[in-house]
């Protein structure tokens, strides 16, 4: 299966033009504004597309443009990823003391802990219930190429800056839905913590298991989901609305 071609050579072009596109429709799609990682390095920057202003408030599900590191060879500008992005925060156990408690002190940042508003319990719920799945299907059956899920691990203190991270994860996992079954085909296994994930069959597998392991509250982790596209600055290849119409539109009810 050929990876598709976009009709532009770095993330910001791409973002810019589909703000561009966004931005004539009525209405416009949630009125979407676009922030890079890093300021100093746009063209390549992962970017958000998100509801607010500014950076992203952590915790609320957002579209997301990244080149992947490691489809870089020769003189290639390597892929494209881009999709939904939501985040699983820190366990509750690592905040300051409740109501009645013994105080004691702050081991992060607060608004790193995972709050229920956060889209993970959406995203949780509505795969358990079914209707995650209309997304996934949407997605597979128009832009006629296998979704990638990569969850990328970090620990608390590499949480500068979130989102927005700027060191390497301390660990990845990454699988391949490639039909409507929905069924995951394992890409990159984990090697430490994310290890009891390697097997897991579907998204909702998947995401029971986050729940069930205890440890993982220690950790923040990015659920990234999308497809992958080839960078190009000819004409051929997807524009901005083709690129919104396969890749981004299905997933915007999850975007908040």
Request: hydrophobic content about 45%; cysteine-free.
């Amino acid at each position: 299966m050929s990876v598709p071609a976009i009709r532009y050579r770095n993330n910001e072009r791409a973002v810019r033009a589909v703000v561009a596109f966004v931005s004539q429709q009525a209405p416009a799609a949630r009125n979407l504004n676009a922030y890079p990682s890093d300021a100093s390095a746009r063209a390549f920057a992962e970017w958000w597309l998100h509801t607010g202003s500014g950076r992203p408030t952590p915790g609320r599900g957002r579209l997301f443009m990244r080149r992947e590191a490691d489809t870089l060879s020769g003189g290639s500008l390597g892929l494209m990823a881009t999709g939904l992005q939501v985040e699983r925060g820190l366990g509750r156990h690592l905040a300051g003391a409740g109501v009645g408690e013994p105080a004691r002190m702050e081991l992060v940042d607060p608004r790193l802990i995972m709050q229920p508003s956060w889209s993970w319990y959406r995203l949780l719920n509505d795969t358990l219930g079914g209707s995650f799945n209309v997304p996934l299907q949407s997605v597979l059956a128009r832009s006629a190429q296998p979704i990638v899920i990569d969850l990328q691990l970090h620990h608390a203190d590499q949480l500068t800056a979130v989102p927005g991270i700027r060191t390497s994860p301390a660990d990845q996992a990454s699988f391949s839905v490639l039909d409507e079954s929905l069924l995951f085909h394992p890409t990159r296994l984990a090697g430490s913590e994310l290890a009891a994930l390697n097997d897991a069959a579907t998204l909702r597998d998947l995401l029971l298991r986050m729940e069930g392991v205890r440890d993982l509250s220690w950790y923040w982790i990015t659920v990234s989901m999308g497809v992958e596209v080839a960078y190009n600055d000819e004409e051929g290849g997807w524009d901005a609305a083709t690129l919104w119409h396969n890749a981004l539109e299905p997933w915007l009810p999850w975007v908040h």
